[in-house]
């Protein structure tokens, strides 16, 4: 499966996003969904309480309150497109037409392949 993020693309990836080693993103193809684990001691003021998922077809989005943090789309088979804005969920991480956003760093236009892990933060 390939995951399209913030201009990058992540091929068979297990884990997109880890944060010392610990998974917090990861995209399951089958049935289409978001694994997202927000590390304890980041969380803004909002309660994890309010993490709520929605779920079609082709589409899964994760939300703290009325925040989108994660949505997915499957664009076919074999390939799902990312928007990712987790600075709600205090993680600055984010993408924009610019790339993807960490920590004030930008990337863009990069291919990750067969990575147990894309990205590992520490």
Do not use: W
């Not at 077809?57 to 703290?64: D, K």
């Not at 993807?100 to 933060?121: E, F, M, R």
């Amino acid at each position: 499966m390939t995951v399209v993020l913030g201009g990058n693309r992540f091929v068979d990836c297990q884990v997109i996003v880890a944060l010392n080693e610990q998974p917090v993103l990861r995209v399951v193809e089958d049935p289409l969904a978001i694994e997202l684990t927000l590390p304890n001691g980041v969380l803004s003021t909002v309660p994890l309480t309010q993490l709520k998922s929605v779920r079609s077809e082709n589409a899964f989005g994760v939300f703290l309150g009325d925040d989108a943090l994660v949505l997915a789309t499957r664009l076919d088979p074999g390939t799902v497109h990312l928007k990712v804005d987790l600075r709600p969920g205090g993680l600055d991480i984010y993408d924009d037409g610019e790339g993807l956003h960490i920590a004030g760093n930008t990337y863009g236009g990069n291919v990750v392949k067969s990575a147990g892990t894309a990205i590992n933060l520490a």
